[in-house]
């Protein structure tokens, strides 16, 4: 949702008001979303963001992220802050996903994008560059299969540089520190086909994002062929891919 900040109401919205707007949501997931983002302060928050950036908020587009764990505010095609909305563990998350990209930023082949953590009001705020394109997933499955060789090279390089690397900085995040990377074993956010960003003009990706659930394990399963997947003609070509850079490392 696209707007500016003389369009908003300096007054807080009321629940009683959100219940009876929200009722006029048919959809389960976007009334969900829609009482989450009417519940958040969100003019607090843009206050923040404009004290952050220093300059003045020419547009701005929320999205609620994964869960609806945070509210996520794009700023002036620039910027994406990541506010969180369930206070359990969302402190311990932000610092892992700092951790996670500071030691595999260095190694990926796709640009993954560096986390600053920020301090509004003792919550613990992400900040992330915006980066332009589409997900897979948002992607024409035609285009996506005219194209499907480029992507799976460029999926299997990834899972292949990324999932081999043992970082001793993020040791400590393993199940155990002991296990080591192989065949389709090791480091992987878990959603190919949301995080990767494609620039829909040359078909490069352009970036990998979202690294706050990144575990160290068997990801075979994100290749499965199932009805999340963009097309699985396309999984199947990165799992040949992959298949074929992996055996060509020497002593592996």
């Known amino acids: 949702m696209w707007g500016t ?21 048919y959809n389960k997931d976007d009334r969900k979303k829609l009482r ?10 843009l206050r923040f963001v404009r004290a952050d950036m220093g300059c003045k908020i020419k547009k701005f587009k929320t999205f609620i992220g994964y869960q609806a764990r945070s ?22 998350l932000a610092m892992r996903e700092k951790r996670v990209t500071d030691a595999l930023g260095a190694i990926s082949p796709l640009y993954i994008p560096p986390v ?4 509004h009001n003792g919550m613990l705020v992400r ?23 480029k992507l799976a090279r460029q999926i299997a390089r990834f899972l292949v540089d ?12 393993k199940p155990d520190p002991d296990m080591q990377p192989g065949y389709m074993r090791g480091w992987c956010q878990g959603d190919i086909c949301d ?20 575990t160290f394990g068997d990801f075979s399963h994100l290749l499965d062929w199932d009805q999340r997947s963009p097309a699985r003609e396309l999984m199947a070509a990165v799992r ?13």
């Not at 990324?162 to 995040?173: N, Q």
Request: glycine share 4%.
């Open 71 to 92: 509210l996520l505010i794009g700023v002036n095609d620039k910027y994406i802050y990541k506010f969180p909305l369930r206070r359990d563990n969302y402190r311990e």
């Open 162 to 173: 990324v999932g081999r690397c043992d970082p001793v900085e993020i040791r400590d995040l």
């Open 127 to 149: 900040k992330y560059d915006l980066i332009p394109g589409r997900t897979l997933r948002q992607l024409p499955v035609a285009d996506v299969l005219r194209h499907k060789q």
């Open 240 to 252: 040949a891919e992959y298949k074929k850079m992996y055996d060509a490392i020497p002593n592996q």
């Open 36 to 45: 989450v983002l009417l519940n958040s302060p969100l003019v607090s928050h």
């Open 5 to 25: 900040l003389g369009m908003m109401s300096k007054q807080p919205i009321r629940h009683f008001f959100t219940n009876i707007i929200c009722g006029c949501v």
């Open 195 to 214: 995080n990767f960003i494609v620039n829909p003009e040359t078909w490069d990706i352009v970036a990998f994002i979202d690294w706050e659930d990144c």
């Open 116 to 119: 600053e953590l920020l301090n």
